[in-house]
């Protein structure tokens, strides 16, 4: 594509995006798509000769529209937000366009550099304890999402614990050597996760994925407000030691997806603390919260904590994906994930002066997430978005108040940021159809839980253009549908 041809149709997809933000509050939320719908309209197989670029664009409105649920309605309320905005998708475009590999500092030093930057900017605007800046032992880095954040924290735990047995056999030598270690490395089968009932699907994911067996994950049970119960952790721990197994790591959530419940973090860091076990903190959705000081009493404990997640890609402005990940200690984090062939020496990397961030992941290369972070940063700035997610905060408990203040429902859940967990008296029956009814309407889009055994209700605030007015045609909707829907009850 010429440079040329590529403005034509680079100005028109802004163009379409434009229209689409103005106009999709207008489109049904849930798409109507039925499975397959999509793969026989589009033909068998790739096309053996080039197509003009207008065909394709045309397909846009003809094929994919129709199959998309539209997650930037301020009409949808489900799962959590998946945010995105303007400087946001103008940071993807750039990114897109340089087409940058930032695996090493070396393939792109601006890519490693303005993302050490972001992340201590991040960490500054929540308030965050110093361990996890990069002037301290520690550091961030952008990942794709919470569930590898997670599944990173825990192989760096796991490491720790059994000292790298299997592939670090040269830092063992060296440490039995100054009689350091153990001489008999600790075996996965010995090591013992904990997490509470209500953690993130991820975090099973995690143990799984770490070879570490899905029966050494203890799910620890939450209090009626859906918190870990921390004497049960005592409790498992305690017991877990007795019988010769290792603890080594917790998980411990402030806004779980179920309900939003926070964990009680300063309790569980002094337990995990005095036995010596990795703390992770998943604030997947509630950790931009953080950026208002009010909310910051629900963080307190993270100072203990190891690590720390959460996810601008959620409520923050900043289109998926952008997940943040921060250690207290840099360095358990890449001994667990180094590994150097040659074809990837650098002397800028053998300096030890600059981070390579391939050691903080998973897989080897990296997309340049950091710009459209630095872009939505610098275009909001912090006053506007402390006033963006206290705006949604408010609109939460504006809506708990219409429910409490009916006859027909009840809050499940205590409102602790955006989210409000709600059912009808009539019960789960009731509930599931109810939810059905609205979801096919297209007015709005909710999504369920289960708490307590009840089917439950969630209506999720956060998509960047809902307002007060969506949340009070919502309450509308729902109270119109479960009255003139009686039949329900039968
Ligand atoms: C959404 C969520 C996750 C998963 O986030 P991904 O970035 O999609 O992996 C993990 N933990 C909690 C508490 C969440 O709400």
Same mark, same amino acid.
């Given at each position: 594509?010429?440079?040329?041809?590529?403005?034509?149709?680079?100005?028109?997809?802004?163009?379409?995006?434009?229209?689409?933000?103005?106009?999709?509050?207008?489109?049904?939320?849930?798409?109507?798509?039925?499975?397959?719908?999509?793969?026989?309209?589009?033909?068998?197989?790739?096309?053996?000769?080039?197509?003009?670029?207008?065909?394709?664009?045309?397909? @846009?409105?003809?094929?994919?529209?129709?199959?998309?649920?539209?997650?930037?309605?301020?009409?949808?309320?489900?799962?959590?937000?998946?945010?995105? $905005?303007?400087?946001?998708?103008?940071?993807?475009?750039?990114?897109?366009? %340089?087409?940058?590999?930032?695996?090493?500092?070396?393939?792109?030093?601006?890519?490693?550099?303005?993302?050490?930057?972001?992340?201590?900017?991040?960490?500054?605007?929540?308030?965050?304890?110093?361990?996890?800046? /990069?002037?301290?032992?520690? *550091?961030?880095?952008?990942?794709?999402?919470?569930?590898?954040?997670?599944?990173?924290?825990? @192989?760096?735990?796991?490491?720790?614990?059994?000292?790298?047995? $299997?592939?670090?056999?040269?830092?063992?030598?060296?440490?039995?050597?100054?009689?350091?270690?153990?001489? @008999?490395?600790?075996?996965?089968?010995?090591?013992?996760?904990?997490?509470?009932?209500?953690? !993130?699907?991820?975090?099973?994911?995690?143990?799984?994925?770490?070879?570490?067996?899905?029966?050494?994950?203890?799910?620890?049970?939450?209090? /009626?407000?859906?918190?870990?119960?921390?004497?049960?952790?005592?409790?498992?721990?305690?017991?877990?030691?007795?019988?010769?197994?290792?603890?080594?790591?917790?998980?411990?959530?402030? *806004?779980?997806?179920?309900?939003?419940?926070?964990?009680?973090?300063?309790?569980?860091?002094?337990?995990?603390?005095? !036995?010596?076990?990795?703390?992770?903190?998943?604030?997947?959705?509630?950790?931009?919260?953080?950026?208002?000081?009010?909310?910051?009493?629900?963080?307190?404990?993270?100072?203990?904590?190891?690590?720390?997640?959460?996810?601008?890609?959620?409520?923050?402005?900043?289109?998926?994906?952008?997940?943040?990940?921060?250690?207290?200690?840099?360095?358990?984090?890449? /001994?667990? %994930?180094? @590994?150097?062939?040659?074809?990837?020496?650098?002397?800028?990397?053998? $300096?030890?002066?600059?981070?390579?961030?391939?050691?903080?992941?998973?897989?080897?290369?990296?997309?340049?997430?950091?710009?459209?972070?630095?872009?939505?940063?610098?275009?909001?700035?912090?006053?506007?978005?402390?006033?963006?997610?206290?705006?949604?905060?408010?609109?939460?408990? !504006?809506?708990?108040?219409?429910?409490?203040?009916?006859?027909?429902?009840?809050?499940?859940?205590?409102?602790?940021?955006?989210?409000?967990?709600?059912?009808?008296?009539?019960?789960?029956?009731?509930?599931?159809?109810?939810?059905?009814? #609205?979801?096919?309407?297209?007015?709005?889009?909710?999504?369920?839980?289960?708490?307590?055994?009840?089917?439950? #209700?969630? %209506?999720?605030?956060?998509?960047?253009?809902?307002?007060?007015?969506?949340?009070?045609?919502?309450? /509308?909707?729902?109270?119109?549908?479960?009255? $003139?829907?009686?039949?329900?009850?039968?």
């Amino acid at each position: 594509m010429s440079p040329e041809e590529f403005r034509k149709w680079g100005y028109a997809m802004i163009d379409w995006l434009a229209d689409y933000s103005a106009r999709v509050e207008t489109l049904p939320v849930l798409s109507k798509s039925a499975p397959g719908d999509l793969r026989k309209a589009l033909p068998l197989t790739a096309p053996e000769h080039s197509e003009d670029f207008s065909q394709i664009f045309a397909d @846009i409105d003809r094929l994919i529209v129709p199959g998309i649920t539209h997650w930037q309605s301020p009409n949808f309320f489900a799962y959590f937000p998946a945010n995105t $905005s303007g400087p946001s998708i103008l940071g993807e475009l750039l990114a897109a366009g %340089l087409g940058v590999q930032g695996m090493l500092w070396a393939t792109s030093p601006a890519c490693t550099e303005l993302e050490t930057h972001m992340l201590d900017w991040l960490a500054d605007l929540c308030a965050l304890p110093d361990q996890f800046k /990069s002037a301290e032992s520690g *550091g961030g880095v952008l990942l794709d999402s919470a569930s590898s954040a997670t599944l990173c924290a825990l @192989i760096a735990a796991r490491e720790k614990a059994t000292q790298g047995n $299997s592939n670090h056999s040269g830092l063992n030598q060296s440490l039995h050597s100054q009689g350091q270690a153990s001489s @008999i490395p600790n075996r996965l089968s010995n090591l013992i996760a904990y997490t509470s009932d209500q953690a !993130h699907s991820s975090v099973l994911k995690a143990v799984r994925i770490a070879g570490i067996g899905e029966t050494q994950l203890r799910m620890i049970p939450s209090d /009626s407000e859906h918190r870990m119960n921390v004497s049960d952790l005592l409790r498992a721990i305690t017991r877990d030691l007795k019988e010769g197994y290792l603890p080594f790591f917790c998980t411990a959530t402030i *806004g779980t997806t179920s309900s939003m419940a926070v964990d009680p973090i300063k309790e569980i860091a002094a337990i995990c603390n005095a !036995h010596s076990i990795w703390l992770h903190v998943d604030a997947a959705m509630a950790g931009s919260a953080a950026l208002c000081p009010e909310y910051r009493h629900y963080f307190t404990g993270l100072n203990h904590a190891k690590s720390y997640t959460f996810n601008p890609h959620k409520w923050l402005l900043t289109n998926f994906d952008c997940n943040c990940f921060f250690v207290s200690d840099r360095q358990a984090l890449t /001994s667990a %994930l180094s @590994i150097l062939p040659e074809y990837l020496r650098t002397s800028a990397s053998e $300096s030890g002066e600059v981070i390579d961030y391939r050691d903080w992941q998973i897989p080897l290369g990296r997309r340049f997430r950091a710009l459209k972070l630095w872009f939505v940063l610098r275009y909001y700035g912090a006053e506007k978005l402390r006033e963006y997610l206290r705006g949604h905060m408010q609109m939460a408990q !504006h809506f708990a108040g219409l429910i409490e203040n009916s006859d027909e429902f009840i809050l499940a859940a205590p409102v602790t940021f955006s989210l409000v967990c709600f059912r009808h008296k009539a019960g789960d029956t009731f509930n599931e159809k109810l939810l059905n009814t #609205l979801n096919l309407s297209g007015k709005l889009y909710l999504s369920h839980t289960r708490l307590e055994g009840h089917y439950t #209700l969630r %209506l999720s605030i956060g998509a960047a253009h809902t307002n007060s007015k969506h949340i009070d045609a919502a309450w /509308s909707v729902i109270m119109e549908t479960s009255q $003139s829907n009686n039949r329900f009850l039968t």
